[in-house]
Structures are given as structure tokens and as C-alpha cells.
């Protein structure tokens, strides 16, 4: 197992010194999101939110670096202070002047030099958990919770206590027995996007919440992606050709693929909707892009959106392990995010900035879409913890989804209006039942 030395010489390895971001230049981009419809101008939960949303290949991403440019110079002097012996002699510099940046930044210290083994060593169990309660335990201990500076009178985290089960036994990290916190992670408003987080991440003047999901495996978005609509084609298409066994082995396969399809759009919808409504819920840093995290067992995606000016953004997804050990590259960008306040640049919309590095941003379109009303109700409205609307309980609306959504938003049909879909969807059905009955 990796000990405190090797990650110190891990991160010096993989941040360049002759660039202060040139580790982030190639490893990570930020790339923006455009929606083209979503259910956030109506009262439903976080668990049935969906949007039809796509990369935009019109715009190049950009590094994850230049955002968090000061963030790195941190990083970087930090690291650099301890390859030269002086861990217990690190002080202020011009960059790390203010009390908060030293907060943010002894954090990650700590992380890499007094406490990693022990992060490791439950993270490491990760890879042989199945239970998303137990997935929850060890990435808010282990995780996430370690990268956030304390805060007087603040927790660094808590679980969803609404819905995580009251087992005793699993009121502790599975691995090393650690007493987990709770609290009520609710937010939003009742009239919009609204419901629970599975992990809220506190500091003392904003929040970002956690999705986790055990359901999203490795695969190919392109395969899915192609599987999707080659399925979507059989159904509408009348032919009636008969099945051979190995066609139906090949059906069966995009069955599976396509419900891990289903479950990672499915997640991905719930983080996003999560992502948009914490934003709101912050009067303060509207102007910054607010992240929030989609998390499960193996991986790590890191969404942000700035309220101010309607764009969202996205990472790939980052392997919280990588060879047997903590993933340096995936612990530096959490980092970073969770302390976007004290290291994310402010002049990121300035027109030097974007002459600097010739980049441009749509907007996501989710101001737009929902209309003036809805987002009267996210900007003012929208609160931590949830409070009930009128003449009702707090609770999670539940929507059915029909399960034909996710492959026609593939489409990119007008997936607002649902219920032409479903009604399309089952005549269709119909149709083919109807045939085969005829030729019985």
C-alpha cells in the first residue's frame, strides 16, 4: 500500500512545474452542456427529473486548469514546500495569503501526508462494494468529506437521513467503523425541481451536493449510443422477419446495454437537476460556477453551473482508483471544486479572459426553457431545507417515466410532451401484437 511519501512524490510527478496548470491542460476539460427540454418547470422530484441535453460541439472545452489557476499555483507551492522537507514550516505566500486559502489547502496537506493510507485503505474497498448505502459511507468519509476546511459550528458533510436506512450497523463506515453524520439534505421548491441529496457537502458559506449511483457501468457511450437508436429503429420499423438463436443472444445483450444506457441517463438527469437547483439556492457566488459531483464506486463526474450567466458545465468521468491507489488527478479536481470559492478565477467572463484562451460558452438554454414564472421561483424561491408548499407535506413527487423516454430523447423528437410519445409507443406495440395474432 502506497504511504504518505509516495503520494507526495505521485502529485510532484504529475503536476508540471514549468506551467502552473499544465497537469489540468491535458488531463481534464470543462466541457458545456446545452439543453433542449427538461420537466424543471414542473414540481417533481430529483429522482424524475429528465432532460434532453447534449455536448456542444460548437464550442471547445476548455482546461479545467484555467479555471482554477490559483487553486494549482496553491497546490503546486504547497507540494513543492514538502519535497523540500519543510512540511511543518509551510507558511503564507502571495498566493495563500488569506486564512480561508491556508484552510483549503492544509486540507489536502493533511490528506496526502498524515492521513492516506488510511483514505486509501477504505476507498481501496470501494472496487468490492456493491450496496450504494455502503458506497455512500466511504466516499463521504473518505472522499469528500477530508478535502473541506472546518468550519465553527459547521459539519463537513452529512447523509440524507429522509431515506438512508436506520440500521445500526450501518451507521458506520463499513471499512474503518466510523461514525457517520446525518442531516436533512432537502432542497429546492416544491413548486419546481425539488427532493433529497444523497450527500450534502457543507462549509460555512455554500453547499454542493453528491448523487451517488452503484448502476453506471463501464462501456462505451458510442456503443450505447448506436445500440439506442439501431433498437429504436427496430421498433418502428414492420418488419417480420424471423428471430434466429443468435439474434435473440444479440437482443438480449442490447437489453442489458440498454438498461445500463437507461441508468446512467437516469442518474446523470438527477445530478444535473441537483446541480442547477443548489446553484439557485446560494445568494451568494451566483456569478461562479457552483459544482456539484455524480459519484459511484469507481468513478467521479464533477458538474458546475453559474447561475448569472446560464452555463453548464461538465467533466468526463475520473477513476477514483488507478493502479491499485488513490487516483492523485481525481483527488486534485474534487479538491479544487469543493473550494471553488476561495481558488475558481472571477474574471473567467472578462473579455481578456476569453481573449486569452479563445474560448467561448453557450448558455445551457434552462433559463429559457422553463420561462420567466419557474425561474422566479428558483432565484428567489428556492431554499436549504426544503420547505411544503401549500397545504402538503415535503416529499418526493414521483413521475413514471415510461421506459420508451430515454431511447426516443435519443432522437431528439420533443420529449416534452410525453404522453404523445407513450401513446406512439403503445399503438406501435399494439401493431406488432395485432400482427402476430394474425398470422397465428
Known amino acids: 500500500m502506497a504511504g504518505a511519501g509516495y503520494a507526495v512524490r505521485r502529485t510532484l510527478d504529475l503536476l508540471a512545474k514549468t506551467n502552473t496548470f499544465a497537469f489540468l491542460n491535458h488531463t481534464a476539460t470543462l466541457n458545456p452542456l446545452v439543453i433542449s427540454q427538461c420537466n424543471g418547470i414542473e414540481p ?8 434532453a441535453y447534449k455536448p456542444s460541439g460548437d464550442y471547445d472545452a476548455i482546461p479545467f486548469g484555467f479555471l482554477f489557476q490559483d487553486g494549482i499555483e496553491c497546490l503546486i507551492d504547497m507540494v513543492l514546500e514538502l519535497e523540500k522537507g519543510d512540511a511543518d514550516k509551510y507558511s503564507s505566500t502571495e498566493n495563500t495569503h488569506d486564512a480561508e486559502k491556508k484552510a483549503s489547502v492544509a486540507c489536502i496537506k493533511k490528506y496526502l501526508t498524515e492521513d492516506f493510507e488510511k483514505h486509501e485503505k477504505c476507498l481501496l474497498s470501494l472496487e468490492d462494494l456493491e450496496s450504494e448505502v455502503q458506497v455512500k459511507a466511504v466516499l463521504a468519509v473518505h472522499l ?3 478535502l473541506i476546511p472546518d468550519s465553527p459550528g459547521v459539519n463537513k458533510y452529512g447523509i440524507d437521513k429522509q431515506h438512508f436506512p436506520k440500521d ?29 441529496t444523497d450527500i450534502i457537502l ?13 448502476k453506471l457501468k463501464e462501456s462505451s457511450e458510442t456503443r450505447r449510443w448506436t445500440r439506442q437508436e ?27 446495454d440498454n438498461k445500463q444506457f437507461n441508468n446512467q441517463k437516469q442518474a446523470e438527469a438527477r445530478a444535473l437537476a441537483q446541480t442547477i437547483t443548489n446553484a439557485f439556492c446560494e445568494q451568494s457566488y451566483r456569478d461562479r460556477f457552483k459544482p ?49 470559492d476561495f481558488f475558481q478565477r472571477v474574471d473567467i467572463f472578462d473579455e481578456k479572459s476569453k481573449i486569452q484562451i479563445h474560448y467561448k460558452w453557450p448558455v445551457s438554454n434552462f433559463q429559457k426553457i422553463i420561462g420567466e414564472a419557474p425561474l422566479e421561483l428558483y432565484q428567489y424561491k428556492a431554499c436549504r431545507p426544503l420547505r411544503p408548499g401549500r397545504n402538503e407535506e415535503v416529499g418526493e413527487r414521483k413521475m413514471g417515466i415510461h421506459e420508451e423516454f430515454f431511447r426516443l430523447a435519443l432522437k431528439q423528437r420533443d420529449v416534452y410532451h410525453l404522453e404523445k410519445h407513450i401513446d406512439m409507443c403503445d399503438q406501435l406495440k399494439k401493431f406488432r401484437n395485432s400482427r402476430i395474432e394474425d398470422k397465428s
Open 292 to 340: 456539484s459531483f455524480l459519484a459511484t464506486n469507481e468513478k467521479v463526474k464533477i458538474f458546475m453551473y453559474c447561475c448569472d450567466k446560464d452555463v453548464l458545465l461538465e467533466t468526463d468521468y475520473m477513476s477514483i482508483l488507478e493502479k491499485k491507489s488513490v487516483s492523485i488527478k481525481c483527488l486534485t479536481l474534487v479538491w479544487l471544486a469543493l473550494n471553488f
Open 230 to 256: 439501431a433498437e429504436l429503429d427496430e421498433i418502428e420499423s414492420d418488419s417480420d422477419a424471423s428471430v434466429s438463436s443468435s439474434s435473440s443472444s444479440s437482443s438480449y445483450s442490447a437489453v442489458e
Open 202 to 214: 457543507q462549509k460555512s458559506a455554500v453547499k454542493s451536493a453528491v448523487t451517488v449511483s452503484t
Open 144 to 146: 469528500f468529506a477530508p
Open 44 to 51: 417533481f422530484a430529483f429522482g424524475e427529473a429528465w432532460l
Open 168 to 196: 445500526e450497523g450501518q451507521t458506520k463506515c463499513p471499512t474503518c467503523g466510523e461514525k457517520l453524520r446525518f442531516t436533512d439534505t432537502s432542497f429546492g421548491h416544491s413548486e419546481v425541481w425539488h427532493g433529497y
